[in-house]
């Protein structure tokens, strides 16, 4: 079994999309571990405030499978491509990390985002606070208290809260 961490964000019909989300990731998974959901600013574009969290997975189904079935639920709450790289979202899910893998393709794991963004940070360091790294080799908690990129976002409450 191999342990994945998906990163979940939306800004438009949020609740709805991430409720879907998450419903659809343990139909395919089976129980999921996730973490507390934040709130924050949209970064990038002037746009409603996003809802972010990150959601843990066992699987044994290989890396290609995995990126098919999020962008299926991506899809299912109408998830524009064509749209610029910064903008309103009904539904992101970014496979942040796929057990130990570190690769560039077909896509680069694990994501950047985990050092760059606070709203995948803060969560996947109170989900896994001493998982390791798979590059750094330091745990989430303690990247997480080294962080000091100033983003604006705030933990809150949500119908998906285990």
């Known amino acids: ?63 290609p499978e995995v990126m098919q079935i999020y962008r299926e639920i991506e899809d299912q709450c109408g998830r524009d491509r064509t749209g610029p790289k910064f903008g309103p979202r009904t539904l992101d899910i970014d496979l942040l990390v796929f057990g130990e893998l570190v690769c560039h393709s077909p896509l680069e794991l694990p994501r950047d985002e985990i050092l760059e963004n606070a709203f995948v940070l803060w969560p996947l360091s109170l989900l896994a606070p001493s998982k390791l790294h798979p590059i750094t080799r330091t745990s989430y908690a303690q990247l997480w208290q080294e962080y000091d990129n100033q983003q604006n976002l705030w933990q809150i409450s949500t119908p998906w809260d285990t």
């Open 1 to 63: 079994m191999t342990d994945i961490f998906l990163g979940l964000g939306s800004n438009v019909d949020r609740e709805q999309s991430i409720q879907h989300a998450v419903n659809e990731l343990e139909r395919h998974f089976g129980r999921l571990k996730i973490s507390p959901t934040f709130e924050s600013e949209a970064i990038g574009f002037n746009g409603d405030n996003f809802y972010n969290l990150v959601v843990q997975a066992n699987t044994d189904l290989p890396l």
